[in-house]
């Protein structure tokens, strides 16, 4: 894994931050995310991307826990970065790396927990509710150890936590446990809630690298 240091060092600005976020999103180019169409012209002012034939407007962000987003996006990678590394992320380190307020680092640490729910979330595997009595009982079993298991990983990472957000902590232990890879966990937050026109047999097939290797 690359240091922190190293990692922010390739995104020295927003340019170059959202040139990432647009290989992430667009792997194959960019496609319209209303009519599918991959012509398109850049608004440089706004950076917007618009469908020469339907001309809907488009950021690398729209759709994405980071849309109007007033932080850099600098930042944003960065915590998607750490988080995604496996290392335990708080609000006050984040806070302190970045000097930023807490309260401020905290709605980042939240939002891009959402992000991770987004990402990953599934009735089926969604462990942290209630069983209902139609499930078979391996099925009840299995949720059981999961439960059993996230508690763990919360009690262990976290001191206190609001019960009212307790699925987005959940969320984040299943995340973590799929995604171990750090490269592969940022394009996932990334691209949690956006949307394109690729199939999804595209999707699953799609392989996500890190271009600056």
């Avoid at 319209?32 to 012209?41: L, N, P, Q, R, V």
């Avoid at 996230?150 to 984040?172: C, G, M």
């Avoid at 937050?189 to 199939?199: E, K, Q, R, V």
Wanted: with cysteine; charged share 25%.
């Amino acid at each position: 894994m690359l240091s922190i240091r190293k990692f922010m060092e390739r995104f020295p600005n927003e340019r170059a931050c959202r040139e990432y976020l647009f290989h992430i999103r667009w792997p194959r180019g960019f496609i319209c995310t209303k009519c599918g169409e991959s012509k398109y012209s850049v608004i440089r002012t706004r950076n917007l991307f618009e469908c020469a034939y339907c001309k809907t407007q488009t950021s690398t962000t729209s759709g994405t826990v980071m849309h109007r987003t007033k932080l850099p996006l600098q930042y944003w990678l960065f915590t998607f970065y750490w988080v995604g590394s496996g290392v335990r992320c708080s609000a006050r380190s984040i806070a302190k790396t970045l000097k930023l307020n807490y309260r401020t680092a905290l709605r980042l640490l939240h939002n891009v927990r959402y992000a991770m729910f987004r990402a990953e979330f599934d009735g089926l595997y969604a462990f942290w509710l209630p069983n209902k009595p139609e499930f078979p009982p391996i099925v009840m079993k299995a949720k059981h150890r999961m439960v059993k298991k996230a508690e763990r990983f919360i009690h262990k990472h976290y001191r206190r936590i609001s019960e009212r957000n307790r699925h987005l902590y959940f969320s984040e232990y299943r995340f973590r446990s799929i995604h171990r890879d750090s490269i592969e966990a940022i394009a996932k937050l990334i691209t949690s809630g956006a949307s394109t026109m690729y199939t999804i047999h595209e999707y699953r097939t799609m392989n996500y690298k890190d271009p600056y290797r």
